[in-house]
């Protein structure tokens, strides 16, 4: 028993979570199945990892915020067009982070935009991929106040440093030229070192006007649709259609 609370107390000082959590159980079961002493140390390193890789996901969904649950596997793939169940389920392998591709999600408001982007970014944290959500406007609010505190600067950064970096909700507001251009700025410094999602219900042509500069305009999809898979998706709003079902 001193044995072990000595043990304790080493793997305390070296802060190893993992094994502390499952020392007991490890214990017990090598003693029963006279597993080897390797047997056993690889077993506790096993546990340790294990504990790492399930805190670092716990830590990476956090830090990407997303507004709320979403996965695939209710979403309804029958309700809109433009998508289809194979196509989105291929996108949960991940693949197209490690190409640094870009996904862009267009169409009506209630469509699922929101939905696909947010399942697709959770399967990444999962996967081990740093994730950032942002709806536009607090990213052009981040963008603007990052010289000026802390908190958006370290929101900032963590965006930068990230896998996968998800902008939803581009085109409902107008976009002043001076934020338009931090966007822009953004977006070049992402430009193939990381992939960006994007959700909008304006289609290219309406942007420029959005963003009040058409040159701009141009380079800033000039970047993203370099190497960028398009959805232009159409149906009847979910919102509306899930109400007039409760009435
Ligand atoms: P958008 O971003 O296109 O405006 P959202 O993704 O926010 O739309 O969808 C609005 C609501 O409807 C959300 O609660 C979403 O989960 C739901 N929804 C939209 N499309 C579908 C779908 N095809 N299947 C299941 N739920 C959906
Ligand atoms: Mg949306």
Known sequence: MKAQQQALSYLQTLNLQGIIRSLDEMIND??????????????LLAAEIEYRIK???????????????????????????????????????????????????????????????????????????????????????????????????????????????????????????????????MISELYEKASVVITSNKSFDAWAEMMGDTVMTTALLDRLLHHAKVFTLDGESYRIKKSRKEE
């Open 55 to 185: 805190r670092r996901v716990e830590r990476n969904l956090a830090g990407a915020h997303f507004p709320v649950v979403k996965g695939l596997e209710d979403f309804e793939f029958g309700r809109v067009k433009g998508i289809g169940k194979s196509e989105a389920t291929n996108l949960l392998d991940c693949r197209w982070i490690d190409t640094r591709e870009n996904l862009l999600f267009f169409g009506p408001p209630g469509i699922g935009k929101t939905h696909l982007a947010i399942a697709l970014g959770r399967t990444a944290v999962e996967k081990g991929y740093k994730v950032c959500f942002e709806r536009v406007t607090g990213l052009i609010k981040l963008l603007k106040t990052a010289e000026v505190q802390k908190t958006a600067e370290y929101r900032i950064r963590r965006l930068m440093k990230s896998d996968l970096v998800i902008i939803d909700e581009i085109g409902y507001t107008p976009i002043e030229k001076r934020e338009a251009n931090l966007f822009f700025n």
């Open 30 to 43: 090598a003693e029963s199945r006279k597993v080897s002493y390797l047997g056993f140390l690889n077993g």
